[in-house]
């Protein structure tokens, strides 16, 4: 496994490294906030790469549900043969490109790297410190030092006695769940267009994701370092952040978002030719109004015959 994994040690080290080396002449080489900050740039430089993934994610969520009608359908229409209902399910996913678990994509392709990260902290914990990718001793001496809000970044909620670790991460934890929490309830809320809940299986995936997720993140942190709590929780305020502003801007059709920002627009677009409707006079009452201007028309004498 460590084989496999060894170039992502290299990659995830050296990044570290290299943001850790730019920023230790303003915070001081051996700082916490030097260590915490080159996680954190980690985070970016991962995210921003994965940006056309998540367009992916995206398409790919749209395309499920424009096909909603046809797979309730298919659901129907072979709702005693449960194999041969999957086999015309993954036949439709085929002929329209699309994939049922591509809103995990994103997560999955993190993995490797959460997993090499968690490996060159875990060995930073080490008594003495175990050093992987490019790291040097010098630098596993360093960042095994270095602390977050005064708990090592290297240290974990059971691997400690130190009070003030168990506190940070069971804020960073907390804070991990929660932010996983919100941001699938907000695609849920907003994002995703009115279904019938029934036998509905895109809205049953994305109620498990919503509960699941937060409960295997609040269980298994305790046995992650600092380190790689502070890129989870980065990592997740980034896609909470990501996914609202692509519902603001860009949602789903059909989805809640995607009705609110079309009533904004028809207000915006027919504010103005409303306040000119209700003030502009109809030909009733251009009529009156020249009725009973300033000069009265007088009626006209009819000639009589003679």
């Known amino acids: ?11 995830v080290s050296w990044v570290i490294v290299t943001i850790h080396d730019l920023l230790s002449p303003l915070f001081g080489a051996d700082s916490g ?35 909603q009608p046809h797979m ?25 490109k699309t994939n049922p678990l591509a809103s995990c994509f994103p997560i999955l392709a993190q993995a490797p790297i959460f997993f090499a990260l968690f490996t060159v902290l875990n060995g930073i914990g080490k008594n003495p410190p175990v050093k992987h990718g490019v790291l040097s001793q010098g630098d596993v001496v360093s960042a095994a030092q270095a602390e977050f809000f005064g708990a090592p970044i290297s240290q974990t909620f059971l691997g400690s006695d130190i009070t003030t670790v168990k506190i940070v991460t069971v804020i960073l934890i907390a804070f991990m769940s929660l932010t996983t929490f919100t941001t699938q309830r907000q695609l849920m809320m907003k994002g995703m267009p009115k279904m ?8 049953q995936q994305q109620k498990i ?8 993140f609040a269980i298994s942190g305790v046995n992650f370092p600092i380190g790689v709590l502070i890129y989870w929780s980065t990592t997740n305020l980034w896609t909470w952040g990501q996914q609202f502003y692509v519902i603001k801007r860009n949602p789903t059709p059909g989805s809640p978002a995607y009705e609110e920002l ?15 409707s209700d003030v502009a006079p109809t030909g009733d009452e251009t009529s009156q109004g020249d009725s009973t201007s300033g000069q009265r028309n007088q009626p006209k004498k009819k000639k009589k015959k003679k």
């Not at 994701?209 to 295997?216: C, K, T």
Request: net charge positive; aromatic share 6%; proline share 4%.
């Open 196 to 203: 019938d809940s029934s036998n509905n299986m895109m809205l």
């Open 33 to 67: 906030v030097s260590w915490s900050l080159a996680i954190i740039g980690l985070v970016i430089i991962i995210r921003v790469i994965l940006i056309p993934l998540f367009v992916k994610q995206i398409k790919s969520q749209r395309a499920l549900t424009a096909l």
């Open 72 to 96: 309730k359908e298919i659901q129907k229409k072979y709702k005693d043969d449960r194999q041969k209902q999957s086999e015309e399910m993954m036949k439709l996913y085929k002929e329209h």
């Open 209 to 216: 994701m919503l509960y699941a997720f937060p409960v295997i």
């Open 1 to 11: 496994m460590d084989s496999i994994l060894k170039p992502l040690y290299i990659a």
């Open 262 to 276: 079309q009533r904004k627009r028809a207000h915006k677009d027919g504010g103005a030719p409303e306040a000119l």
